[in-house]
């Protein structure tokens, strides 16, 4: 079956730490992946997408990064949170004709 | 540019009312679509429905449905009997012709169904 899984489900992290969210998904080949910020506020922000591995694009300039190491796994990270890098990452999959599905977030708190 | 208003912040109802939530969309694309995702306490994003530009067709699943209307760049969905399981954030998304597949998002409509 297609699926996505997105870990961990919280994180605290101090101002300064890494960071590493993973996503990986299930099922497909060569899928379209997405992360997506949603700050206190609720607006859904694209950071980046990856139509294939080693693609990645930046919508935002950010303290944030990603990579694409394997067809179906999807990184962001960070080498120093910063406070305003609190928020809910979301990471998505481009299913075409159903949409996107999304991962179950991960609610980071930068302290 | 694209863009995806939802002018409704918040919207509060009681149960068994029904309720339109408003989503009016911006694009230069003439292939493109159109989405409705709901997102419950819980966080998870659940997609709702999937339209696009073609098919101006009103879709109804259950207490749902949806009103696109290409003359006014307007895609409404309104529920019907209203239940406190619908309790959540709404939003609205656009995809255009654009590379990656990229979706845009409304800010969000919260609905609050009060028994």
Redesign the interface.
């Given at each position: 079956s297609q699926t996505i899984h997105q870990w961990p489900a919280t994180l605290v992290q101090p101002v300064g730490s890494p960071l590493s969210l993973e996503c990986t998904v299930e099922g497909t080949s060569n899928p379209?992946l997405?992360w997506y910020r949603q700050a206190a506020?609720?607006?859904?922000q694209?950071l980046f997408?990856s139509?294939g591995i080693g693609q990645i694009?930046s919508?935002v300039p950010q303290n944030l990064s990603a990579s694409r190491p394997q067809d179906r796994q999807f990184i962001l990270s960070s080498k120093k949170l910063l406070l305003s890098d609190s928020g809910?990452y979301?990471c998505?999959w481009?299913r075409t004709?159903?949409?996107?599905?999304?991962?179950?977030?991960t609610?980071l708190t930068v302290v | 540019a694209q863009k995806v208003t939802q002018a409704q912040t918040e919207i509060s109802v009681v149960e068994k009312e029904d309720v339109t939530l408003d989503c009016v969309y911006e694009t230069r694309d003439t292939t493109y679509y159109l989405f409705w995702y709901k997102q419950p306490p819980s966080g998870e994003l659940v997609f709702l429905i999937r339209r696009n530009s073609f098919d101006e067709q009103n879709e109804i699943s259950g207490r749902y449905s949806w009103n696109f209307q290409k003359s006014t760049s307007s895609f409404n969905f309104t529920i019907t009997a209203s239940q406190v399981v619908d309790s959540a954030v709404y939003f609205c998304a656009l995809r255009g012709n654009n590379q990656g597949g990229k979706l845009i998002f409304g800010q969000g409509t919260e609905l609050s169904v009060k028994p």
């Open positions: 379209n997405y506020g609720r607006g859904l694209l997408y139509v694009s919508e809910f979301l998505a481009d004709d159903y949409g996107y599905t999304f991962g179950s977030g609610r | -």
